[in-house]
């Protein structure tokens, strides 16, 4: 049997034996006989066997098309070899299913690459705009990965150098708990420092924690370094200090004044019952002042805990004002302070906590007071805006410096040049602007000049809501 080679096809394909035969006859009786009729015997038998050999190469292909593949495997003439063209039919049957698993294995790692790119993506992204720097770190210490928080902490802030994660330097410090916490790699394994960085006029302090990770099979990955900055903790922790030590100094002042009179009426130091009184007086004002200061405490920390009951009712601005007026006056009295009630004429019809925001204007004017040298003045002024009721304390006092205006209204903030004058906790104005801003959807303002004083302006809205109920009620049964 010959076999011809198809061009561009590697499939083999076998010749007609009676074919060849003819052609071989053909091809030898030609110069053989040398005649006209074995030259024609030879061409017939040539292109018979070449019309065969093209019937066979288009059942191939025909076989090599799924779409056709069934109907030319029942089709393929049973002279053409069957078995050979069944076993090519077979095989290239088992190659085009073995073709058409290994293209949806393709698409399916693919589809899986692609999620996992988008994934990690997602997760850089993510990384990337987290406010804390990062770091991961291989196994020779060297930065992998920075998120744009440590490329800034770094100073690295060219796109081209962060992608050059390696050549990022972390300092000696740092550097040094990265090595260390991969060199006790166990699961899990931690480390933190704290640490300062800058120089001094601009230095930060960090909390700096590196973990060792690692995949789901225990085989280590890196280690990821995390910088949270701590100067607010620390901070605060300063503040909590000094409010313990202020709060305790704002109740011991009271108490040993309250100890010391005690101890003179149970001795009976005093003949004269003027005297007496005036000392029971003092007492019952010491006991007022201790009064005022855990009630600050507990309003502050009830209404910033949401838990505290707020009673509004609608009642006349004025009313709830000079009460509070009234609460004041003795102690400007002993400051040799002038008092000054400027309340307006009109009816100013609010709705409101009594207590509390008369606790609210109690602290405003007890800080005017405080903060205002004897012989200077605190004036109340009430008036009624469209839509708004506003309050006014204002002092002739101190002032407060301009750089600390944006915070006083912060807990437990103190401004430094006046800490002297009075004692306090840095808690007062923070109740008041809760009280206002939170429980009365009002505003607090103040405007201050040192050497000057200051005024703080309340401004809340006006009205009273069961009038605005009742406005409401006939547009509801119209309904
Ligand atoms: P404190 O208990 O210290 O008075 P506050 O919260 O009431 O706390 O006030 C915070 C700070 O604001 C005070 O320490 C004081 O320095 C400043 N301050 C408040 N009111 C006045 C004022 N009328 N004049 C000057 N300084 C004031």
């Not at 292109?47 to 495997?73: C, G, H, I, N, Y």
């Not at 606790?359 to 605190?378: D, W």
């Amino acid at each position: 049997m010959r076999v011809l080679r198809m061009k561009g096809n590697s499939t083999i394909v076998p010749l007609a034996t009676g074919a060849a035969v003819a052609l071989v006859a053909g091809l030898l009786a030609g110069p053989l006989a040398g005649g006209a009729a074995a030259a024609a015997a030879c061409a017939a038998a040539f292109s018979a066997a070449a019309a065969q050999t093209r019937r066979k190469a288009a059942a191939l292909e025909r076989l090599r098309r799924p779409e056709l593949r069934a109907t030319t495997t029942a089709t393929v003439d049973s002279d053409c070899y069957s078995e050979v063209v069944g076993e090519a039919v077979r095989q290239l049957v088992r190659l085009s299913q073995d073709l058409d698993a290994a293209a949806a294995e393709r698409t399916r790692l693919e589809a899986r690459a692609h999620v996992r790119r988008r994934r990690l993506g997602l997760l850089e992204s993510a990384l990337d705009t987290g406010e804390h720097p990062l770091v991961v770190t291989d196994a020779r210490d060297r930065v992998q990965f920075a998120n744009a928080a440590a490329r800034v902490l770094f100073a690295i802030d060219s796109a081209s150098e962060a992608e050059e994660a390696a050549t990022i330097e972390l300092c000696p410090t740092v550097q040094r708990l990265v090595c260390e916490t991969r060199s006790r790699s166990a699961a899990g394994d931690r480390r933190s420092i704290e640490w300062e960085h800058g120089d001094a006029a601009d230095a930060s302090a960090w909390r700096v924690t590196s973990t060792n990770v690692q995949d789901d099979d225990g085989e280590w990955l890196g280690v990821v370094t995390l910088f949270r900055r701590i100067d607010d903790e620390r901070a605060q922790n300063t503040r909590h200090a000094e409010f313990v030590s202020s709060v305790c100094h704002e109740l011991k002042t009271p108490l040993s004044g309250i100890r010391a009179y005690t101890e003179m009426l149970t001795d009976g130091d005093f003949d004269d019952p003027g005297q007496a009184a005036e000392i029971y007086g003092f007492i019952e004002q010491q006991v007022d002042r201790l009064t005022r200061l855990i009630d600050n405490m507990l309003n502050l920390a009830r209404i910033e805990s949401g838990v505290i009951k707020v009673e509004r009712e609608d009642c006349e601005l004025n009313d709830v004002l000079a009460r509070s007026f009234e609460v004041v006056r003795q102690l400007a009295d002993e400051k040799g302070l002038r008092l000054v009630s400027e309340l307006s004429d009109l009816y100013v019809a609010v709705h409101l906590d009594r207590d509390l925001f008369g606790q609210a204007v109690i602290n405003l004017l007890s800080n005017a007071v405080k903060y205002t040298p004897s012989g200077g003045e605190v004036r109340l002024k009430s008036r009624m805006l469209e839509g708004w009721a506003e309050i006014e304390v204002r002092d002739t006092g101190l002032g407060i410096p301009e750089e600390s205006l944006p915070r006083l209204f912060e807990r437990f903030y103190r401004v430094p040049e006046n800490k002297t004058a009075a004692a306090g906790t840095g808690l007062g104005l923070a109740l008041v602007h809760s009280i206002v801003t939170e429980l009365h959807n009002g505003s607090l303002r103040v405007e201050s000049k040192v050497g000057e004083g200051s005024a703080f302006t309340i401004s809340i809205p006006l009205g009273h809501r069961s009038a605005s109920r009742r406005k409401e009620r006939p547009a509801l049964a119209a309904k």
